[in-house]
């Protein structure tokens, strides 16, 4: 009896382990399964297109007046200018700069963010990097290459969008925290280095808590997307179900050629919603989605007429004001407040869905109330259902292995009289020569 003692404590090391491994899996199915449950519900698009307000002209005139200010390089007085100007102008907004060392610069990310007094804590966050780049790389000209760009499309473009709306978001009447990112130094980086781009994503999402991460359903980058003969595809690191919500956004504003927009027109041919059509980019998305917040980014890489993949002005001189449009300004400055005013950014449980519905539909008064103390409520029987399933899984699973276990060791031990094991020990050894 003695003798088998060192085998079963290896066993049981064994079995515990087993348990264990399989109580990690069981929880972490569980926790996925609890997220899938959750799912992007907005309203159809074109019952709230005619309340668009995001002003285009204003937005076109933020992309002079930012290229005015110099070139925006981490550190430079233009870029402290730049983000005075953004603090001082969004009064609703609560801003916060953090700066952070890299390579030869000291950074600052600039983050604001609105929060209404009914806010559900659910984030939606737009990001544009409000840099410049440093070198016109990829000028014709090799005379200019060595000199910085003024990146009118490449950096002011998407930081026009995101103060236009900064402007209108506080009278949208929604119920969730929007942030806007300006993230610095995501355009210093070096050809072919990937880790020495996005340095300010990069920078904030690594400082950020769990329980704030958690709190983002969508996190929206935006770049490049003034041109005037704009086109954009889905990118690499996205996440598939953010963004699937962006082609009944983009047909109901007619960017989808062969979907008829709200007005009954077929749509241009800007967004091809075609997933087998995704280009490879490398930007401010990338960290959030390795970080496993759903992140996706609108970005038109084909910069100027019949331009080639990262070719056209892209990282050249020739980035200025008047390659940007004020239309294409518009077409994603409504996306973005489309998809705010649909709420299709936000998560909503699918199980509770329907009597959110039914308790918002019923009252008029503190229905936002109910329905959040009603979602409360129906999580928590959803725990404790889940945790009753899990531990009797648990112990069903643990009843199994014990019989499999003693049916192994009797199989063991028929073994051990026919072969040796190399793992015994010497005391081992000894026991079982005396017993034989
Ligand atoms: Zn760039």
Same mark, same amino acid.
Not at 125 to 137: L, N, T
Not at 142 to 158: F, M, V, Y
């Given at each position: ?48 297109? =005619? ?79 409000? &840099?410049?780049?440093?070198?016109? %790389? ?63 994503? %990069? ?19 935006? %770049? ?17 179900? @953010? ?56 970005? &038109? ?17 020739? %980035? ?47 229905? &936002? ?27 069903? @699973? ?26 015994? =020990? ?11």
């Amino acid at each position: 009896m003695l003798i088998v003692k060192p085998h079963d404590n290896n066993l049981k090391l064994r079995v515990i382990s087993s348990v264990f491994i399989v109580f990690i899996l069981m929880l972490s199915t569980t926790i996925s399964s609890n997220n899938s449950q959750q799912i992007y519900l907005g309203s159809d698009p074109c019952d709230s297109i =005619s309340e668009l307000q995001f002003n285009a002209t204003k937005a076109n005139q933020s992309v002079s007046w930012q290229t005015s200010l110099g070139y925006r390089l981490p550190g430079s007085d233009a870029s402290a200018e730049l983000r005075q100007s953004v603090t001082e102008n969004l009064t609703e907004w609560s801003f916060t700069e953090s700066s952070h060392q890299r390579a030869n610069f000291t950074l600052t990310n600039l983050v604001g963010t609105y929060s209404p007094d009914n806010t559900t804590g659910q984030n939606v966050i737009f990001v544009a990097h409000y &840099d410049s780049r440093y070198i016109a %790389d990829r000028d014709a000209d090799e005379s200019k290459r060595n000199q910085p760009i003024l990146g009118a499309n490449d950096g002011a473009s998407g930081v026009a969008v995101l103060i236009e709306l900064g402007r209108i978001i506080p009278s949208l009447q929604i119920n969730h925290d929007v942030t806007l990112f300006f993230t610095d130094a995501e355009d210093q980086g070096q050809p072919y280095k990937a880790n020495t781009w996005s340095y300010g994503a %990069d920078a904030w999402v690594s400082n950020l808590t769990n329980d704030y991460k958690a709190n983002i359903s969508a996190y929206i980058v935006i %770049d490049m997307i003034g041109d005037i003969y704009l086109d954009f595809t889905r990118v690499t690191s996205t996440s598939d179900r @953010l963004w699937e919500t962006i082609t009944p956004i983009t047909a109901a504003l007619g960017m989808i050629d062969g979907e008829l927009d709200c007005n009954g027109n077929n749509g241009q041919d800007i967004y091809n919603p075609d997933p087998n059509d995704e280009r490879g980019v490398i930007d401010d998305h990338v960290a959030a989605h390795n970080a496993g917040i759903p992140a996706i980014n609108f970005i &038109d890489i084909n910069y100027g007429e019949n331009a080639p993949s990262f070719g056209g002005h892209w990282h050249t001189q020739n %980035d200025t004001a008047d390659k940007v449009s004020s239309q294409s300004l518009n077409y994603i400055g409504s996306i973005l407040e489309l998809g705010l005013r649909t709420s299709a950014w936000n998560l909503v449980d699918d199980i509770t869905n329907k009597e959110n519905i039914n308790n918002t539909e019923s009252s008029n008064t503190n229905s &936002d109330n109910s329905a959040n103390s009603d979602y409360g409520y129906k999580k928590y029987i959803s725990l404790l259902i889940v945790i009753s399933v899990f531990g009797f899984s648990v112990f069903g @699973l643990v009843v199994l292995i014990f019989g499999l276990i003693t049916k192994q060791k009797e199989d063991l031990h028929s073994d051990k009289d026919s072969e040796q094991d190399e793992s015994n =020990s010497w005391w081992e050894n000894q026991i079982k020569n005396n017993m034989n």
